[in-house]
């Protein structure tokens, strides 16, 4: 059974950075993507970035040049460094990993992120 944990939310004040991380524990393919989703009061859950193991990278646009995702697949971990923060990136963020081989995903219990104008 895969279990993801994210770590790294928090209260900042606009203009500050945060840096959120994922562990995944379990097994699963190598064949995979990572990826964090942000999930606002109101809103619909939206993807906000995602890695491939070959290190392709998605963005959310209204996130592009402000938040950078890694992956450290020695530790199965993902990163989303948050720098430039603005209070519309104030959300539930959650982390995914997608299986590519079982077609399956795995999901996160979220970790809070409040940005402060």
């Known amino acids: 059974q895969v279990q993801l944990v994210e770590s790294g939310g928090g209260l900042v004040q606009a203009g500050g950075s945060l840096r959120l991380s994922c562990a995944a524990s379990?097994?699963?393919?190598?064949?995979?993507?990572m990826a964090w989703y942000r999930q606002a009061p109101g809103e619909q859950r939206e993807l906000v970035a995602s890695i491939d193991t070959d290190l392709s990278t998605i963005y959310l646009d209204s996130v592009k040049g402000r938040f950078t995702i890694s992956r450290d697949n020695a530790k199965n971990t993902v990163y989303l460094q948050m720098n430039s923060l603005k209070p519309e990136d104030t959300a539930v963020y959650y982390c995914?990993?997608?299986?590519?081989?079982?077609?399956?995903?795995?999901w996160g219990q979220g970790t809070q992120v409040t940005v402060s104008s």
């Open positions: 379990g097994s699963f393919s190598s064949h995979n993507a």
């Open positions: 995914k990993v997608s299986d590519f081989i079982l077609s399956r995903q795995y």
